[in-house]
T-cell receptor, first 114, second 109 residues
Framework: DTGVSQNPRHKITKRGQNVTFRCDPI?????LYWYRQTLGQGPEFLTY????????KSRLLSDRFSAERPKGSFSTLEIQRTEQGDSAMYLC????????????FGQGTRLTVV | QKEVEQNSGPLSVPEGAIASLNCTYS??????FFWYRQYSGKSPELIMF????GDKEDGRFTAQLNKASQYVSLLIRDSQPSDSATYLC?????????FGTGTSLTVIP
């Protein structure tokens, strides 16, 4: 499978716990995005990387959220001290760095905080 | 003002009809425009992109772009029940994709 891969697909956690998600982009895509989507809304931008550099973070992104892409390949998104409001689908997408190139999404990780 | 506005619907059309989905955007500097389809519980799937004013056709889908009016639309001809999904409009005004809230389409057999 050469598409964008995300793991796990589902995660249920207790409030206050930390969670980490992984995204493996399409191999030749050096730009990687994280989005969050709640029911009835479109995907909301969180952050993006070009290679290993994190170039932009949403101002809406709490300091409980951190993302890394240490070798410019896979990326991880960690949420510390989870809250019920963090329950959402977390989507990863990748594309080539040219300005006008479409992005391809992974299947997402659905987080439920109980 | 949101970057991308869509009518949330729901939009219902009979099987075989043309479904018309609309989107407006706020940033005049936007260069790239995308339509994604999202089935319930699934991730968005790219179906069309358009960069230039005018129409772009791909099978049963036609994307239309009018940069002067800051308007982009998607037409689905010969609608099928399998087209029932939420359609997301996305725009790149800078380095990230901005999405609308999506329009829910139901094709009635």
């Amino acid at each position: 499978d050469t598409g964008v891969s995300q793991n796990p697909r589902h995660k249920i956690t207790k409030r206050g716990q930390n969670v980490t998600f992984r995204c493996d982009p399409i191999s030749e895509h050096n730009r990687l995005y994280w989005y969050r989507q709640t029911l009835g809304q479109g995907p909301e931008f969180l952050t993006y990387f070009q290679n290993e550099a994190q170039l932009e973070k949403s101002r809406l992104l709490s300091d409980r959220f951190s993302a890394e892409r240490p070798k410019g390949s896979f990326s991880t998104l960690e949420i510390q001290r989870t809250e019920q409001g963090d329950s959402a689908m977390y989507l990863c997408a990748s594309n080539l760095p040219h300005r006008n190139t479409e992005a391809f999404f992974g299947q997402g990780t659905r987080l439920t905080v109980v | 003002q949101k970057e991308v506005e869509q009518n949330s619907g729901p939009l219902s059309v009979p099987e075989g009809a043309i479904a018309s989905l609309n989107c407006t955007y706020s940033d005049r500097g936007s260069q790239s425009f995308f339509w994604y389809r999202q089935y319930s519980g699934k991730s968005p799937e790219l179906i069309m992109f358009i960069y230039s004013n005018g129409d772009k056709e791909d099978g049963r889908f036609t994307a239309q772009l009018n940069k002067a009016s800051q308007y982009v639309s998607l037409l689905i001809r010969d609608s099928q029940p399998s087209d029932s999904a939420t359609y997301l409009c996305a725009v790149i005004p800078g380095n990230q994709f901005y999405f609308g809230t999506g329009t829910s389409l139901t094709v009635i057999p």
